[in-house]
């Protein structure tokens, strides 16, 4: 059986990156996937060490299929790091997984991936997968191993050719977005901050790709399928991170997977759990994260 590959998306965190490897070598299907690391070059001359440090070290990681390193000659940016490497690796493959260099992985994260890339492969009302999950409870009888929302995530995700090369990075319907209070408000059902982030991209004020990923399934009305327990932790919350500190602190918190199970029961049926998504989408509520941040967490 083939298997889907991984691209992993990396700068300057030497640290950070060395976590997600080790955790990602650990995989049950490491031995048998291609791994694409995509580092992006110095945007500012402080950063050339880094750089330097973290390629030294990409030369040294084994124990995948394949290891393949594509080294930008300049300063891309993640946001179009992303979007160029995604679009070059789905012309070989059909779909891949993908990773940025503060994501840890537990031990059956490819094996979910994997499998939910293939029962979901000709249902086109699954945008995408994500690896990562808020703690949820389940309601009673509830037995699948995972739910669905109406909003992508960027930590530890996967997709298809076929739903990727449809999204309008351009967001070419922005002038009609930002004049309807109707659409922004249904593009926030899925959680306050969508709207008001799609505005700052378009304004020049962040560089974000996943926004406008967000906008195209929020567009075409489709799924993402999360997992009911966490295959993802991210260690990234700022620069003095810890897994016990930032982490835990976050709202984004979540307990990573240690069951190391590697067959899964998966939804069928392609809708919203009302129950689940009012968890999900609270996590996101103006109210939450006024919350976090008066607490003064490094990430809110």
Not at 80 to 90: A, F, K, M, N, Y
Not at 164 to 175: A, F, L, N, P
Request: net charge positive; aromatic share 14%; glycine share 4%.
């Amino acid at each position: 059986m083939d298997y889907y590959p991984v691209i992993l998306f990396c700068y300057k965190r030497l640290d950070h990156l060395k976590e997600t490897v080790e955790h990602l070598s650990k995989n049950f299907l490491a031995g048998s996937t291609d791994l694409y690391i995509y580092s992006d070059a110095a945007g500012k001359p402080s950063d050339e060490q880094d750089i330097l440090d973290v390629r030294a070290y990409l030369k040294t990681i084994s124990g995948f299929k394949t290891v393949s390193v594509i080294k930008a000659e300049k300063n891309k940016g993640l946001a179009r790091s992303i979007i160029e490497g995604v679009t070059d690796v789905l012309k070989v493959h059909e779909a891949a997984i993908v990773l940025e260099d503060d994501l840890i992985t537990s031990t059956n994260f490819l094996s979910y991936m994997n499998d939910s890339l293939r029962f979901y492969r000709d249902n086109h009302k699954v945008f995408s997968i994500s690896g990562y999950s808020f703690p949820i409870n389940l309601p009673s009888q509830y037995h699948f191993d995972n739910y669905f929302t109406q909003r992508a995530s960027s930590w530890g995700w996967a997709t298809w050719r076929d739903r990727w090369e449809h999204v309008d990075w351009t967001v070419s319907d922005y002038h009609e977005f930002s004049k309807s209070t109707r659409i922004q408000k249904d593009f926030n059902r899925m959680g306050s901050d969508l709207s008001g982030m799609l505005i700052r991209q378009m304004n020049g004020k962040i560089n974000s790709w996943a926004i406008r990923w967000c906008y195209h399934q929020f567009k075409t009305k489709t799924f993402t399928a999360f997992p009911v327990i966490s295959k993802i932790q991210n260690i990234g919350f700022g620069t003095a991170a810890t897994h016990t500190s930032a982490v835990m602190k976050s709202r984004f918190a979540t307990e990573l997977d240690g069951s190391n199970k590697d067959n899964f029961h998966f939804n069928g049926e392609v809708s919203i759990s009302p129950a689940i998504i009012k968890q999900f989408v609270s996590r996101y509520s103006i109210l939450t994260r006024l919350k976090y941040k008066a607490m003064g967490y490094l990430f809110n």
